[in-house]
């Protein structure tokens, strides 16, 4: 698919969410998120950058936050694109989609479990991501996050706003603001950060929907994905008769109705083989999908400090 294809089919994705009706809490918080954040991007930063020059990048690093807002973005490039189109002297169907790829970085400064790299990779290319990395550029990463987005910013001068896909239940996540300016030992750019109110129950109904492809991490016990040597699946969602009397599938409407589905399976990539053998050697546990968990407090349980 092109950019242009595939900013179209998640703009369609997120029409059909949004006209979804239902008694479910979850869909209907997730539906005013969405539509926040769609205002957001389309009255507020498109008025103050345009998307369609480079003026705006993103940050990716396949993780399931940063994928949603992806997928909203994309939503609304196609949307503002549409906007622009209908008031050009030409019939619409005479407009081309004005951009071929999206800038892009990867800040990969620990260690990548494969899954997630080949993720990143799949995904680049089904988002047609110009995506830029220490290690893919230089063969070595970067030393901080600082010195990473200070090498994209050489780049790709012309970046004058970075979307980030930070929540504010993230840590340090309720002291920033939708819009920010780095700080003054940073790199020169504004933080655009357009998902801060998400719950992690709205990312696993809008993603579940999309019928976009999930890391495959995901699909065993991951809820939050750092460095290898700092990640292990969620322990809150180990496959015990304990666990699973506290714990229940609320998305079995999203994914019985996912957008656009031929057949019944949730778009979950495979392990890599790297990956399956590091989860033999952690122990015997097997583990419910990171999906069975909606309690914010416990989504970074499976991160290790050091």
């Known amino acids: 698919m092109s950019l242009g294809e595939i900013a179209e089919r998640c703009y369609n994705m997120t029409t059909s969410y949004l006209k ?11 539906q005013d998120a969405v539509r926040l954040t769609r205002q957001h991007l389309l009255e507020e930063v498109f008025t103050r950058w345009s ?23 994309l939503s609304c490039l196609w949307e503002f694109f549409i906007i622009q189109a209908e008031r050009s002297q030409y019939d619409f ?10 800038f892009s970085v990867y800040i ?4 990548t479990f494969p899954t997630l790299e080949n993720f990143v990779n799949l995904t680049s290319e089904r988002y047609q991501l110009s995506l830029y990395s220490s290690m893919r550029e230089h063969g070595t990463k970067a030393s901080n996050m600082s010195c990473a987005f200070g090498d994209f910013l050489k780049r790709y001068p012309e970046t004058q706003a970075i979307l980030i896909g930070v929540r504010a239940t993230d840590p340090f996540g309720d002291t920033l603001m939708a819009i920010q300016k780095t700080d003054s030992n940073w790199p020169d750019f504004y933080r655009v950060q357009p998902i801060l109110h998400w719950k992690l129950a709205n990312i696993w ?7 976009e492809p999930i890391c495959g991490l995901y699909g065993n016990g991951f809820t939050s994905i750092g460095g290898i040597d700092t990640t292990i699946p969620n322990p809150y969602l ?3 008769k304990d666990n699973r009397s506290k714990l229940s599938l609320e998305f079995q409407w999203e994914i019985d109705n996912a957008f656009e589905r031929g057949n019944d399976k949730i778009n979950v990539l495979e392990v890599d ?7 033999k050697k952690l122990g015997s546990e097997k583990y419910l999908p990171g999906w069975y968990l909606i309690n914010d407090e416990i989504e970074r349980a499976g991160r290790i400090k050091k």
């Open 93 to 102: 169907k005479y407009q081309k989609f004005p951009m071929n790829n999206l």
């Open 20 to 30: 979804v009706s239902t008694s479910s809490i979850i869909i209907k918080e997730t």
């Open 205 to 211: 109904s809008f993603l579940l929907y999309s019928d």
């Open 273 to 279: 083989p790297d990956d399956q053998l590091w989860l």
């Open 108 to 111: 990969d400064l620990a260690k």
């Open 238 to 240: 180990i496959d015990s």
């Open 51 to 73: 998307p369609l020059n480079g003026e705006i990048s993103f940050s990716y690093n396949g993780g399931k936050d940063c994928q949603v807002l992806l997928l909203l973005y």
